[in-house]
């Protein structure tokens, strides 16, 4: 928000706004993320390779160099974000509060940028090796968190089935605890330099339970082994557990997000404004969004229909001879493949970044038997098409 | 129940009942807990320090007395519970039966908490190093179950389940036997010292079928490696059963204790009191129960609205100029930002300890299709509460 | 069938077929059962006594003579039922096909009684140590078998989910194919004596694919530790995806199953007989079946009240004073602590072997959201009840 | 398409297209894709053989012998393949794309055959052992992938979770690399020659991930086994994380696919063409569309009755004295035992390949009490048939 009030200032400023900006879909603000995930990858490489033994001086010096130079990259990209946001007094923030306005919104994104790359930046100039600076670019694999939503609905799932999962990890802090003792007290007489103490056999106790097994600490007498038994057993049901609540939550969350995603968009779309809340919430869980860049290909002529889309932002070109015809926002195209059983009998390509939602054949069928007027008219479109020419 | 009656005696006996009550929310009670908490974790951290080899005789008296020290509170704790427990005569008992009371209601955790210090009290007068007294702590760690609905829940879910996991057991059972005895066959002659018998085999079979993998039994023959494959699939499959059944199981337990927990309260909110069965049973599904100490923050101001919020019990204050407003059991508040869809315009802080149902945004719109009575009501007092000012 | 026939011979006939019926819930058949399962598990264990080496030779033959006995009860059980089940003629067999009948149910079971200790009893005569006669006794465990429907019910969602679990075993195929391959050319060089053939890497694969990881074969190259790292993250993929199908698969049938027990039993039940299919398929959904054997405590009182019960076949005892009553088939009790929400207000145990079915307090409200006619006759008959006195 | 139009070139051409064509039901077809697949496994074993070092020189031939010669015929086999798809002249290929035609469907499983036997072929004449030409054979696998709809589903599915998939990816990238430099931190002085570099410091954090735990790398200190339990604790989240979204995304695409499936069928069916779109929605769901090849059993006289058959194509003939009746596309069976509860009354075998439609007993009951009207035309066609006769 501030930022683009920011980008009255100058174009320059307009333009590295846009650049910068992660959700935008044109093409320079998308080659710029690219270059930002192939940046991260080689420092990451880079980090590796510096702490192999058989490197050459030279190979080393290269490896430094490289991680140096992202570093300066990351601090630019870091330094021009702050400046970028930093004209808001706390005046202006309390006026856009106010207002109701974020102002700060993409605040936590813009501190992990400058956290992932502050520490290095500090250490390096004391001490290159001695300080592990090097070491410092695993942070920037962080960089990423922001361009996945996996990560957000994660935390959402494991806030929202808290009670459980706390209820999975005390168990395995009781197995784990009671395995270790049980295991120790078995162990310690048959192999005294290996099960040392109950920590030792809490390593061995850990190994055991998530099934990994290193094989350094065994079990030899048959008391010890049928607890090791029990303990892996128990971390059988214990994963079985913890899948069974993330799998639950996961797939409810998902749900959950893309009927409120679809929801937000069909308000977009002039088809549904008609409509009632009972249908819009119905279709709403039916709807996937997705995201085309410009000058992509939705459908290509012959391939089977499986879906139907509808606009919500932008604009696809039919590619159809002798003239092709352009469809915007509000719009609808592909019904014809889903109600005809046909392969798609044009091309389809969006002409700027479009908004689609897609309406799976599946799901058409069910909304046909649950709401037959709404594909009626949608049926009643694709006639008046067919009419007039191929879509 | 009859620690309630016990409390009019005096007011120092109330005072302790209401600390050590487990189900209060009050901020001695609260803070009673967590130092319990802590006192297990230290004691924990003891035990595993005082079976450390490395430790001075210094250290060693330390972990010891830290141990001496969480033992005799948690048998104090343990003294004072059966104290305030311990007026109820048999006959009282009796009655408290006939008038439908369960007044040893919480026995089974007082039983607990005695059987989790006791061991180590009459262990420990004898003989503190022989004896191991001190591993007994671990069973400190038991103390923490009753905070869990989670080990309620998987007891349910088992018990539910029985036949499906006896099932998977079973074959778990003839996959373990049967891999045991041809892996034997196979290996005894290869390695005479390493798969000595059947009961060795057993353990090999158990470490292949888990997946764990330790690497001091491994088969060296072609068939023995052959068999060795197939009890690892096996084991694959088993646990992919096992965690198809606990998560189905588990989600389903999830789903009803939610919808008991919702439906009980939902009973507590004068706005539903007009409603019948059907609608109670529709959003009882969809209502989930929050609980709030007193003094937290439900909302803040220019946060995304993602929710409304019924009051069950307690109170919350919605922090306004000029002058915030109180709201208690019965009302509701939040719902203008998912009406509307701007942020939050107030924040609103618990003035107690306050049970909640929360409504999610997605639910609301799905109950807006199918009870649009409901959703009328709730939009018709967001509009007058927009009339007087902000909520 | 047949058995039933030939009961009608002799009395002794009679008693000797109830306790063999594996479906009987008597006293005699149970105990036989339980002994039966006592035997195995004793046999088992002689088994894997048998071949430690560090037995005593009074021991090796204690073992010995413990599986001769149980092999010899185990023939004489098989004989019996052969005997009692011999004479069908073919005409009679015929003749029962003819009617509908399946005169040789069980006849699966029957073979597999027989071939769980022919094998050791046509054996053990030549030579008892060489043969290895001693581990067939590692089949009995089978003999187990019959009890567990889970087996059953495993063996469907394999046949049903059959096209899925080959996609997923042919990708198994195909990544431990490629893996041993990719595996064998990085190592082959680096370690020739360990990765010494693709036969051997192809151990090697399978190990690393299932994570059991041994480390008897570890790659040490670049080239060979990413091959390993891809085949250890394709390994979770595939445990995931088998999962993933046996969890949806094995939810659904259990489903079905529990929906065709009900439907058969709710026939049964006189409170549903005026009831139409469409609430007949709701209520099956609902019900769970519970078998209860003779003289035992369905609900006691005091307890909180989660369900209620309807009789299919048997008979329940409320114990409340002055006077115990009974109920038979068809009737149904415990609604009264679902409708009050109040515990249990009588001990009510089972006079005999009773099958009941339960419908649990949550699916209680929503039938009673979406079949109010049939919870209001189970609160008329509950306002009966407390008319009359504690139920 | 275009093969079809070959084929009327001549019956020999004929003869090969239909044993070729990889969806014929055909028993020449059926033989052939056996052979295909007997000779891939054939060809695995020879190549896993030809790199055994224990082989005396005579097989090793054999095992060359037995590659070249499963080379050369999967050679002829694509040469073939060619051919027949040659004439389609680019032209052709132009106005085949104008009717809507796909021509080339089937290209890539095509390009596919050739790929898996031409790198062989263009390697084998070179040298034979030194270019590792027996190891191309592993290719071989691929060419199962045709005949599973499972891969394509798998595939399906990580295209739609692409989202989530990434998202725990990420994680996984994340844990992994932290884990790595952390563990490297830790171990790199207590254990310099084992945690060499981050690098090999990697290679133990995917071992301990995935929970392989080979047992060649292992932390020693107390930080460094911190390290690890976080990684494997780590690892089992992340695997539970997988599964869940590929057991939910699974789950949804294995009900769209036989939902379209039993759709496209049913449509052939004349019992449901005068059903509305809703009544064909709610069947659709229910139906499992399954496939006989000629002459197989479909029920069998005496088994217990646990569904129905429509059938979609073929014929099927019902076992009944005096006289045989057959039942052609469109027609259903089986409806008596489900109606009656009896063992089937029948032996009903089909005639040729032949699709039928699978109604369970289960969800024709749930059909009973949504769409009665569906079940009642049932019911009279069964009262007509038992009054003919056995059906």
Not at 22 to 34: E, G, V
Not at 316 to 326: D, H, Y
Request: some cysteine; glycine content about 10%; proline content about 5%.
């Amino acid at each position: 928000m501030t930022v683009s009030r920011l980008s009255q200032l100058s174009p320059w400023i307009d333009m590295l706004v846009g650049v910068l900006d992660r959700q935008s879909m044109t093409l320079p603000a998308r080659i710029y993320r690219r270059a930002e995930a192939a940046l991260i990858l080689i420092g990451l490489l880079a980090m590796i390779a510096f702490t192999t033994q058989s490197l050459t001086p030279g190979e080393h010096l290269l490896a430094s160099a490289v991680l140096i130079a992202v570093m300066v990259l990351f601090l630019i990209d870091a330094l021009v974000r702050v400046a970028l946001s930093r004209p808001i007094t706390l005046r202006q923030k309390h006026r856009a509060a106010e207002a109701g306005d974020t102002p700060w919104a993409g605040t936590a994104w813009g501190a992990l940028d400058v956290l992932t790359v502050l520490p290095m930046a500090l250490v390096a100039p004391f001490s290159w090796t001695q300080t592990g600076a090097p070491l410092l670019a695993s942070l920037w694999l962080l960089r990423f968190a922001r361009y996945s939503g996996g990560g957000r609905m994660l935390a959402t799932v494991i806030l929202r089935e808290r009670e459980p999962i706390l209820g999975v990890l005390l168990l395995f802090g009781i197995v784990l605890t009671g395995g270790a003792v049980l295991g120790f007290l078995a162990e310690r007489h048959a192999q005294p330099e290996v099960f040392t103490s109950v920590g030792a056999a809490l390593w061995w106790a850990i190994t055991t339970l998530t099934t990994t097994g290193y094989g350094d600490m065994v079990p030899v007498t048959l008391f010890g082994r049928m607890i090791g038994g029990a303990v892996m057993i128990g971390g059988l049901g214990t994963i079985s557990l913890l899948a069974g609540i993330l799998a639950t939550g996961f797939s409810a969350e998902l749900k959950r997000t893309e009927f409120l995603r679809s929801w937000d968009m069909i308000s977009k779309v002039s088809f549904f404004e008609n409509a009632g809340a009972a249908t819009i919430a119905d279709v709403a869980a039916l709807l996937r969004p997705r995201d085309f860049p410009a000058r992509s290909v939705v459908t290509r002529r012959g391939q089977p229909g499986d879906c139907m889309y509808f606009i919500v932002d932008g604009e696809v070109e039919i590619l159809i001879e002798p003239k092709s015809v352009r469809l915007g926002s509000g719009a609808f195209f592909g019904e014809i493949a889903i109600l005809t059983g046909a392969p798609r009998n044009a091309t389809i390509v969006t002409t700027k970044a479009t908004q689609l939602l897609t309406l799976d054949i599946a799901d058409f069928r069910a909304l046909a038997a649950s709401r037959p007027e709404l594909t009626d008219l949608i049926r009643r479109e694709a006639e008046l098409r067919l009419g007039k020419g191929p879509q």
